[in-house]
């Protein structure tokens, strides 16, 4: 027999925060970007996710040298924006629970992971 409980608060803060980066990787992947419009792209992911219920704070850094990097063997003068230029972090408050997640390219992949849970007794 199984039984059903409710969500924990620190639960709940971790989906929250699983929820954030899905609607900020998934809206903006594939985005046109280049060094000179990473900022504005920057600022525009993170006011679009503080949008969402118990997002605290939203930072997100577009790694400009890659980008410079990827144009370089381009003719183009933009790329579009994956992961790998990404490195984002988190920040959710859900009743008392805090947590912080990020995301960095790791082996080639942008890995999204929870770096603290810190929950009220």
Known sequence: ????EEPTAPQTACFEAGIKFGSL??????????PDSADSLERAMEKSIE??????????????????????ESPASYTELTGRFLDVEIDIDYEGTEVT?????????????????????
């Open 1 to 4: 027999m199984s039984s059903s």
């Open 25 to 34: 990787y998934h809206q903006f992947a594939g985005t046109p970007v280049s």
């Open 51 to 72: 949008n969402q219920p118990h997002c605290e704070n939203v930072r997100v850094a577009i790694d400009t040298d890659e980008l410079a990097d990827e144009l370089a």
């Open 101 to 121: 997640a990020a995301m960095q390219m790791e082996d080639g992949y942008p890995l999204m992971r929870l770096t603290t849970v810190t929950s009220e007794p």
